[in-house]
């Protein structure tokens, strides 16, 4: 099973900020959360990811919680081009190669 | 740029015959995965590799086995297609670490008739 827990969809509205959270309650010391997205026909495409501290690059904000049970990917401003499904993961730096990835969030954005 | 390239696009198959999806990556890549995707239920890992000739059961394996002869290609193999293995099916790859990123290729739309 996934480990951790994403909302099925949100909304958002165009030039509009978006939080889409992610709980993983269950996360050891050595877990990276990774996110990604997936655009419609496409595969998935990395956004961003990090360990203990908040993260930024051009694409978006990582934000992680101090006891790391929760992270937050931050958009800063919607575009219709960010209409994609989400996905939250966690990648064990002891057994990397368990991969598995939930339903993840179906973000829409509204113009 | 890392490239994850998946051999066929679209394929439609009959029930019963032997299929055989390839992956290669361009970027030496330690692990490489398959996953298949159905509506509604995200991604479902099939199996991983995290060298040549190595390779471990993922959550689905039932009715898919893999090979992986050469590190860049990493193959998918249906050994008598059934109607419920009509799926999108995606390979992916990274370097071994976990702070790497995970690379998906398009995705092979598989109909099974």
């Known amino acids: 099973d996934a480990k951790t827990t994403q909302p099925n969809s949100m909304e958002s509205n165009e030039e509009e900020p978006v939080h889409l959270p992610c709980n993983h309650s269950?996360?050891?010391?050595?877990?990276?959360i990774h996110w990604y997205r997936q655009l419609p026909s496409q595969g998935p495409e990395y956004v961003i990811h990090?360990?203990?501290s908040n993260v930024n690059n051009r694409m978006a904000s990582l934000a992680i919680a101090e006891d790391r049970k929760s992270s937050t990917l931050i958009l800063h401003r919607a575009t219709l081009r960010d209409a994609a499904v989400y996905y939250c993961?966690?990648?064990?730096?002891?057994?990397?190669?368990?991969?598995?990835f939930g339903a993840g969030t179906r973000l829409t954005v509204k113009p | 740029d890392v490239k994850v390239t998946q051999s066929s696009r679209y394929l439609v198959k009959r029930t019963g015959e032997k299929v055989f999806l390839e992956c290669v990556q361009d970027m030496d890549h330690e692990n490489m995965f398959w996953y298949r995707q159905d509506p509604g239920l995200g991604l479902r890992l099939i199996y991983f590799s995290y060298d040549v000739k190595m390779k471990e059961k993922g959550d689905i394996p039932e009715g898919y086995s893999v090979s992986r002869e050469k590190k860049e290609r990493f193959s998918l193999i249906l050994e008598s297609a059934s109607t419920n293995q009509t799926s999108m099916y995606l390979c992916?790859?990274?370097?071994?670490?976990?702070?790497?990123?995970?690379?998906f290729g398009e995705g092979s739309w598989l109909t099974v008739v």
């Open positions: 990090g360990l203990t």
């Open positions: 993961i966690l990648r064990d730096v002891n057994n990397n190669n368990d991969m598995r």
């Open positions: 992916a790859s990274s370097l071994y670490a976990a702070r790497n990123t995970i690379y």
């Open positions: 269950t996360i050891s010391g050595t877990d990276y």
